[in-house]
């Protein structure tokens, strides 16, 4: 089946807001499950991983929100192992992954309806590899970030699959401490990010090589606090919650970054944050954020939620009639020829305000190969200096 991509021109504002105000969002779920991990399906809906801590012995559990995390209802499932404990959780093509660990096995379960039915979807991992974290490109694959324990020692794996997680191929990498536990791993502006742990050390690592080589991206981290989960808003604008011990005893804090992780600047005050402790995830979805974390003394779970406002402005008025740049054909399954005088740059921006890829426009033709794009809609911004032009056709 040919992929079509549909082009919309459209001016793009990143938020500004400094997101210190959360108010608690946990209606439907079970507080004493572990809420571990989120993921956005194309239509908006929010599945939320968890599990149930029986004793020792876990339960895997599947959440879905309709209306951006203010309720949430429990997803009957068949085909998760009783044993499974979930770490993580993405929804990438038509199908829910979703990776965990149990009686002393590592797993990867794929679901084609929504999570009602699972089946495995392990192939090419290494049975001894703990599967921590997915991520998405915007070309369709999925990196994952893994771990081995031989003797005590952690060594970091990434794999990476082009099937739509169908099967996985181990990258090999360098320039990852051999002691690191990744804890998170994300794609941003066309770079991977990885944060993890090493024995009273905690890192974040970025690659730009697709995870063959990794240098250290650190700068504005909290001392002695790891990065647990990364969240991506728009372009070069990320989120990320991060933890530490002290005294038997952890604190959280959320960080955000406008340079695709360069640098980060932690948020403060967290008002609404004060029963949480241990931090698991958070996530972007329709102009919020979702946190999951607990206060790890009762212990309960909790999921807040904060806004972040609108990421893309796509009223009326924003939209002008300009005879000096048109493109073709709209939708396409290949080449956009894109005809323009303005002598600037086209942005192709995915939903949520990623970029995609960045042209320089030359006078008349211009060509863009989006063949290797997932269906969709995607935005095409275009400037020139500080002035934005916006084409309504």
């Not at 999921?303 to 005879?323: A, C, H, P, W, Y």
Request: proline letters at 5%; hydrophobic letters at 35%.
């Amino acid at each position: 089946m040919k992929k079509i991509v549909s082009i919309i021109l459209c001016s793009l504002y990143l938020s500004c807001y400094c997101q210190t105000s959360w108010t608690l969002s946990n209606t439907g779920f079970p507080s004493n499950y572990n809420a571990n991990e989120t993921t956005t399906s194309p239509n908006g809906d929010i599945y939320l991983v968890s599990s149930l801590n029986n004793n020792g012995h876990y339960i895997p559990k599947l959440f879905k929100s309709v209306d951006n995390g203010d309720h949430w209802t429990e997803i009957m499932t068949v085909g998760l192992p009783d044993t499974l404990n979930p770490y993580t959780i993405i929804y990438t093509g038509n199908k829910l992954l979703i990776a965990g660990s149990g009686a002393n096995k590592f797993y990867i379960y794929a679901s084609l309806n929504n999570g009602l039915n699972w089946s495995p979807s392990n192939t090419g991992l290494n049975p001894s590899y703990s599967p921590n974290d997915f991520t998405q490109a915007p070309n369709g694959d999925i990196f994952l970030a893994a771990s081995q324990n031989t003797n005590s020692t952690f060594i970091p794996k990434v794999l990476k699959s082009i099937n739509n997680g169908s099967s996985w191929t181990e990258i090999t990498t360098s320039g990852l401490t051999n002691t690191l536990i990744p804890n998170t791993i994300c794609y941003v502006n066309n770079k991977l990010l990885l944060s993890g742990t090493a024995p009273g050390a905690y890192y974040v690592y970025a690659s730009i090589d697709n995870g063959l080589t990794w240098y250290s991206s650190n700068t504005g981290i909290p001392p002695a606090y790891g990065l647990v989960d990364i969240t991506v808003v728009s372009g070069q604008e990320i989120y990320g919650v991060c933890a530490k011990l002290s005294g038997g005893i952890f604190n959280s804090k959320v960080i955000k970054s406008t340079d695709a992780g360069i640098n980060w600047t932690e948020i403060s005050p967290l008002v609404g944050l004060n029963n949480l402790l241990v931090a698991y995830s958070i996530l972007y979805s329709n102009n919020n954020l979702i946190l999951t974390g607990s206060d790890n003394i009762t212990p309960l779970n909790y999921i807040f939620k904060s806004s972040i406002g609108s990421v893309l402005s796509l009223t009326d008025r924003q939209f002008e009639k300009n005879k000096s740049l048109s493109f073709y054909p709209n939708p396409t399954n290949g080449l956009l020829k894109i005809f323009s005088d303005l002598g600037e740059s086209a942005t192709i921006l995915d939903v949520l305000g990623n970029t995609i890829c960045i042209l320089k426009l030359n006078p008349n033709e211009n060509s863009i190969d989006l063949s290797n794009l997932s269906n969709g809609i995607y935005f095409l911004k275009t400037e020139s200096g500080e002035k934005i032009k916006v084409v309504k056709q």
